[in-house]
């Protein structure tokens, strides 16, 4: 059995439904804890989600391309995309200040995804960003 998934698919809403069926399939067979595979989930549809919602300025189709490595201690996650640079690592923490809805509207998903990952790398190469996300097992 491989341990690693890649897969590409469109900037649609209804192409990420699909890529996370593909990714659940993939998972199922590996053991891996229910929270583990809950956090793949979240984190992966909430970034897909941000790259088609705020990472094109056309109505173009673009090629978003997801790796997944399944090892002993960690599942990595690779996201490349030819979006707008955007670097989640420089966004600051959000105020706890402010009501949920404002959070919301300011990246409160970004932050579900800080706060169950273990470590996170961003890079631009070749006008493309590249995001990967490791979550300790």
Known sequence: ???????????????????????????????????????????????????????YDDEDSHEIEVQIGVEEEEVALTVIDDGKEFNPLTIPGLARSKSAMDRLEEGLGLQFVRHMRNAMEYRREEDKNILTIWIFL
């Open 1 to 55: 059995m491989a341990n690693s998934l890649s897969i590409s698919f469109a900037n649609d809403m209804q192409e990420l439904t699909h890529l996370l069926q593909v990714v659940n399939v993939f998972l199922e067979p590996r053991a891996l804890s229910s929270k583990l595979v809950y956090a793949v989930n979240l984190i992966l549809e909430e970034i897909l989600m941000n790259i088609i919602k705020y990472g």
